[in-house]
Every structure is written in structure tokens, then in C-alpha cells.
């Protein structure tokens, strides 16, 4: 199955700083969905973006969907130390299937 | 609300045993649940997915026989890895859907096996 990619692959920055993650998929899709990992944990689902959707909020997180550039990102503003931790985008492909198709995630280092 | 538990969230087993694995939702009924493995820095892979009552379905490379899920109810299901080998090492994450839910899921904390 076709899995989509985030880059960059790992981020560092400083407190206070933006973070932006880029996610692209290959088929089309009924809703993009990102999730955080933080090391050793389960995942937390952050926010979904439906196909027909170009732009949500949700609190820091701003995240935007290009359907015709099969791409997504998501934006962290005024990130803290406690943002530190893995992301990843999930696609749920149209037709009717449940599962959800990760990416490989892009690593989130916000240091103090 | 949506929290999904698992059970335990670290094992330890000699190689030939078996290790079971639950997964609850707690406060709500999962229609569909799924069984993950992650391995150290990489991203989740799906092995199987369950739907109360019915027979798992395995993803391809995934050997039924050998990690074998029961989802006994709306709120159980559990995945026994059938003697283990220390390949068998890994992060196992399942996660819990509803119905109309747009497919979020909601991610148990994770089970860290270790085969000795």
C-alpha cells in the first residue's frame, strides 16, 4: 500500500518558533488526519481535514490540504518544549475503507 | 473522551511462549478496531483489523497464525503473539474507530514486547 511522506524528517528549533511539517500522499482521499507521538506512547489524534476542506484550526495548529498537489501541512505556531514528539499524517483513501494509511512522520525537537 | 487502554504496557517472555494483549475502549463501543507495529523510529504498520464478531482481516506479510486477534465484544479486542521470537520484538499500538467517525481513531498507549 501506498504510504505518504512527511518531511522533513526531523525538525529542531527553538522555543517561541513556528514549526512546519509537510505531508504528501499518492491516491485521492476522503480526509487527511495528523496525530502526535510522544517516544514510547500511543498516538494522539490532533486534528482531520476533509477533502473538500482547504484550512483548519485548532488552538496553535493550522493545518492546510492541496488535493490537487495531493499534499498537506501543518503548521505549529509559538511552539513550547512540551511539542516535542513525533508527527504524522494518515490519510483515509476514498472508497469506503476504514484503515488509514500513515506516513513516516516527521520528528519535532522544540529545545528550551 | 475516546480513551482506549491497553494491557500490559510492557512484557517481557522467553522465545517460544505466548503474550496476550488487550485493548479497551473505555467509554465508548468500537464498531472496528486495529492492531499496529511500530519499530524503533519508523512509522506504524497495520497488521489486522478487527470487527466484533467476525474474523480478523490480516494486512499482506502478516501471519494469521502466528498473532492471533479475538474481538470478543464492542469494547475488547486481543491480540496473542503465539510463540514468540525475539523478531517478534516490537511497539504494538492498537486503536479503536467509530462508526461515522470520518475514520479518526483513537490510539491505546502501546504495549512494548521484548523476547528474551
Known amino acids: 500500500s501506498q504510504q505518504g511522506e512527511e518531511d522533513p524528517q526531523a525538525l529542531s528549533i527553538q522555543e517561541g518558533e513556528n514549526a512546519t511539517m509537510n505531508c504528501s500522499y499518492k491516491?485521492?482521499?476522503?480526509?487527511l488526519q495528523w496525530y502526535r507521538q510522544n517516544s514510547g506512547r500511543g498516538l494522539v489524534h490532533l486534528i482531520l481535514?476533509?477533502?473538500?476542506?482547504r484550512e483548519k484550526h485548532s488552538g496553535r495548529l493550522r493545518v492546510t490540504l492541496d488535493t490537487s498537489k495531493k499534499s498537506s501541512s501543518l503548521l505549529i505556531t509559538a511552539s513550547r518544549a512540551a511539542d516535542t514528539a513525533s508527527y504524522f499524517c494518515?490519510?483515509?483513501?476514498?472508497?469506503?475503507?476504514?484503515?488509514?494509511?500513515f506516513g513516516k512522520g516527521t520528528k519535532l525537537t522544540v529545545n528550551p | 473522551g475516546a480513551v482506549v487502554s491497553q494491557h500490559p504496557s510492557r512484557v517481557i517472555c522467553k522465545s517460544g511462549t505466548s503474550v496476550k494483549i488487550e485493548c479497551r475502549s473505555l467509554d465508548f463501543q468500537a464498531t472496528t478496531m486495529f492492531w499496529y507495529r511500530q519499530f524503533p523510529k519508523q512509522s506504524l504498520m497495520l497488521m489486522a483489523t478487527?470487527?466484533?464478531?467476525?474474523?480478523?482481516?490480516?494486512e499482506q506479510g502478516v501471519e494469521k497464525d502466528k498473532f492471533l486477534i479475538n474481538h470478543a465484544s464492542l469494547t475488547l479486542s486481543t491480540l496473542t503473539v503465539t510463540s514468540a521470537h525475539p523478531e517478534d520484538s516490537s511497539f504494538y499500538i492498537c486503536s479503536a474507530s467509530l462508526a461515522g467517525a470520518f475514520g479518526e481513531q483513537y490510539f491505546g498507549p502501546g504495549t512494548r514486547l521484548t523476547v528474551t
Open positions: 478487527s470487527n466484533e464478531g467476525s474474523k480478523a482481516t490480516y
Open positions: 481535514i476533509r477533502s473538500n476542506e
Open positions: 494518515a490519510t483515509l483513501p476514498q472508497g469506503g475503507s476504514e484503515k488509514l494509511v
Open positions: 491516491t485521492s482521499i476522503n480526509n
